[in-house]
């Protein structure tokens, strides 16, 4: 049972940074991709950034390129989505995805993701 769990959410005044963490276990991951999604209240979900298995294809949200760079650790199964220079905006609960067997250098579309995390709380205050 694939589980992903994120952390690092919060409150924090316009301008701050947070990261994100998402950890995934139960299975052996392998050419997968990773994501981060977020939805803000009457909004539909839209994805943030993701990354393919390898590590060297992005995507970003275009709103947030710049400010936002994701990250990923094949070893602990972990990927990471470093926030800056946060807008209030960007308040939403932030989801991490997983898209299990994808291929290697495969960046998926966005409904193609078969795992998500419980979701964690950003809170920018302006």
């Known amino acids: 049972q694939v589980q992903l769990v994120e952390s690092g959410g919060g409150l924090v005044q316009a301008g701050g940074s947070l990261r994100l963490s998402c950890a995934a276990s139960g299975r052996t991951f392998t050419n997968d991709a990773m994501a981060w999604f977020r939805q803000a209240p009457g909004k539909e979900r839209e994805i943030v950034a993701a990354v393919n298995w390898s590590g060297g294809n992005f995507t970003y949200l275009d709103s947030m390129k710049g400010r936002v760079t994701i990250s990923r650790d094949n070893a602990k199964n972990t990927v990471d989505l470093q926030m800056n220079s946060l807008k209030p905006e960007d308040t939403a609960v932030y989801y991490c995805?997983?898209?299990?067997?994808?291929?290697?250098?495969?960046?998926?579309?966005?409904?193609?993701?078969?795992?998500w995390g419980r979701g964690t709380q950003v809170t920018v205050s302006s």
């Open positions: 995805a997983l898209a299990l067997f994808v291929g290697r250098y495969t960046l998926p579309p966005a409904n193609k993701y078969d795992y």
